[in-house]
C-alpha cells in the first residue's frame, strides 16, 4: 500500500521540543519533494517547512519557524523528520506530511498539488 504516515505529535510545555517523522510506505521517499503542513482549529492549513527530492536536497521554512523548525531527510528509513524545538502555543495544530514527485522546495511549493498525503498527527503546546 502506498502511502505516508505521520507521528511524533503530542502534549508538550511551551519551550519544550518534538520531532515528527513521515515514514513512506511503498514508495521510496528520496525521489519525493516532501512538505510539513499544519491546519490549526478555524485557521486554514499552512505549509511549515519543505525538502527538495534527491540530491538537490533544498529546503524552506516558514517565517513563523524559522530558526525553530528543521527538516531532515533519512533515505535508509524512508523517512522525514521534522525536530521543532522551542514550541510555542501557536504551534498548535494537526502536523500533515505531503509528498510529490515533481518540482523542489521553495518559497512556492506548498501551493503545489501533492501526491500523497498523511493523516495528520496533533501537535498540542499547553502549561
Known amino acids: 500500500q502506498v502511502q505516508v504516515v505521520e507521528s511524533g505529535g503530542g502534549l508538550v510545555q511551551p519551550g519544550g521540543s518534538l520531532r515528527l517523522s513521515c515514514a513512506a510506505s511503498?514508495?521510496?521517499?528520496?525521489?519525493?519533494?516532501i512538505g510539513w503542513f499544519r491546519q490549526a482549529p478555524g485557521k486554514e492549513r499552512e505549509g511549515v517547512s519543505c525538502?527538495?527530492?534527491?540530491?538537490?536536497?533544498?529546503?524552506n521554512y516558514a517565517d513563523s519557524v524559522k530558526g525553530r523548525f528543521t527538516i531532515s531527510r533519512d533515505n535508509y528509513e524512508n523517512t522525514v523528520y521534522l525536530q521543532m524545538n522551542s514550541l510555542k502555543p501557536e504551534d498548535t495544530a494537526v502536523y500533515y506530511c505531503?509528498?510529490?514527485?515533481?518540482?523542489?522546495?521553495?518559497?512556492?511549493?506548498?501551493?503545489?498539488?501533492?501526491?500523497?498525503w498523511g493523516q495528520g498527527t496533533q501537535v498540542t503546546v499547553s502549561s
Open positions: 505531503a509528498a510529490v514527485s515533481v518540482g523542489y522546495c521553495s518559497g512556492s511549493f506548498y501551493k503545489r498539488p501533492m501526491e500523497y
Open positions: 511503498g514508495f521510496a521517499l528520496d525521489y519525493y519533494s
Open positions: 525538502i527538495s527530492r534527491g540530491n538537490e536536497g533544498s529546503t
